[in-house]
C-alpha cells in the first residue's frame, strides 16, 4: 500500500528555517508531481510549490525566493525548505503526489500533514 510520509514541522521564531520532508513508501510503484499544500486556520487548503520528475518546480507567490522544492527520485522523496519564515507561513503542510500503483492504477495522493508555526 502506498503512503506519504511527512516530517521536519514544529515551532520557529519568525526569519528562521525549516525543512520538511515526504516519503513515498511501499513499494512498486510510480511517484510522478509531487508537491507541498498549506491550510492555515480558517483558510482554504492552498498549493505552495509543486516539481515534476524532470526537476521543473514551480511556487505560490507568496513563497517565490523563501521556499525551495526539491526531490530525490531514488528515494520517492520531496523536500521543502523554508526560509525567511513569516507568522503568516503558519499552517498545516500536507504533501501531495501522483502515483501510479499497477494494483489500483494512477491516483493522487495525500500525507496526513505536518503543523509548521512561526512564532516568537
Known amino acids: 500500500q502506498v503512503q506519504l510520509v511527512e516530517s521536519g514541522g514544529g515551532l520557529v521564531q ?70 525567511s519564515l513569516k507568522p503568516e507561513d503558519t499552517a498545516v503542510y500536507y504533501c501531495n503526489a501522483d502515483i501510479f500503483y499497477p494494483p489500483l492504477g494512477g491516483r493522487n495522493y495525500w500525507g496526513k500533514g505536518t503543523l509548521v508555526t512561526v512564532s516568537s
Open 14 to 83: 519568525p526569519g528562521g528555517s525549516l525543512r520538511l520532508s515526504c516519503a513515498a513508501s511501499g513499494g512498486g510503484f510510480s511517484v510522478y508531481n509531487m508537491g507541498w499544500y498549506r491550510q492555515a486556520p480558517g483558510k482554504e487548503r492552498e498549493l505552495v510549490a509543486d516539481i515534476i520528475s524532470g526537476g521543473t518546480a514551480s511556487y505560490a507567490d507568496s513563497v517565490k525566493g523563501r521556499f525551495t522544492i526539491s526531490r530525490d527520485n531514488a528515494k520517492n522523496t520531496v523536500y521543502l525548505q523554508m526560509n
